[in-house]
């Protein structure tokens, strides 16, 4: 009885060229290519953010499900010798295991692992009292606002935390971590930005909390630590934090009723990150998007020219929509 042998090569040939391994590899590419597509036409913040988060499932499982069966196919080469249409159909079922179930648990444990390293810097100030370089002013000014704000948005159980201006936080930031909701913002933010400027800053980091930016952006993260070759991951990471940052603009524009404000909040934080202490009024936001540049595919910021001319395009409608309502009180009036 003669003794028949595969090489590896042959054995992922026939296992990948398989009708229902092929389907399946092919079904996955296609969905993948669905939701970009969803993606990419959609102006729903929900439904496009939704998309990016199915793209992320549907690539993850697909790697998983790849590397699973390389794995699974070099170390079953000799059920090949005896039924290999039988050696693909168990690789397929075994595959399919860690396919399902290890996905979701590497993220919980890089996204829980990233969040423990920088929930100490949003809980600075909440736990042992405030941070004494803080002076009252400062913390009672950005309190006020913050509480008057998450009033007007029917919102609770969040905090704020005003911290040194030294951390390794940016300006202003959100976390959604175990049931605490945290809006960080620098004690040097809130002094160098007046009441409206500081209202928007803050709304927008609500608006983070809102759309549970918190678990998209770590998950994403998580999920592009994980593939490091995979261009999707990095580019899945990147949309997500982008329109974010778009989403959390035109939250805080509704919520104040005032962009132009953001607008102008934006310009002095980009301008405090080269120079101290720069005051920049709107007028000159012509000059400043002059050198900003379009960021690529996998910038986790929008350009800053991009987010400045949606929210003046907005202020420019709160406007129109003033001017309306201004005109229809004097009709009625005169009426």
Known sequence: MPHWTFTFTEVLHFYFTTDYVAIGIFAAILALVASFGVFALSR????????????????????????????????????????????????VRIALLPTVLLGPAVFYLLRNRSLKQIYPYFAFNRKGGNDPSTPDVILGRATSLFSGLVHTANLSGISLSVVPALTKLPASAALDWKGERVVAISSKSVASLDDDELKAVLAHELGHIVHRDSMRKTVATAYRSAFLFDPVAHFVEAAIYRDGELYADEYSAHLTGKPAALASALIKIHESMRAPAVQMPLPQVTSMLLEDHEPSLFSKQPSLTLRIKKLLEMENEVEAEDQKDSLEQVDRAIA
Request: with cysteine; net charge neutral; glycine share 6%.
């Open 44 to 91: 729903n913040h929900l439904t496009k953010s939704r998309s990016l988060l199915a793209a992320m499932a549907i690539s993850t499982s697909f790697w998983i499900f790849i590397i699973s069966s390389l794995i699974l196919c070099a170390g079953l080469m000799g059920d090949y010798v005896h039924s290999p249409a039988g050696a693909v159909l168990d690789i």
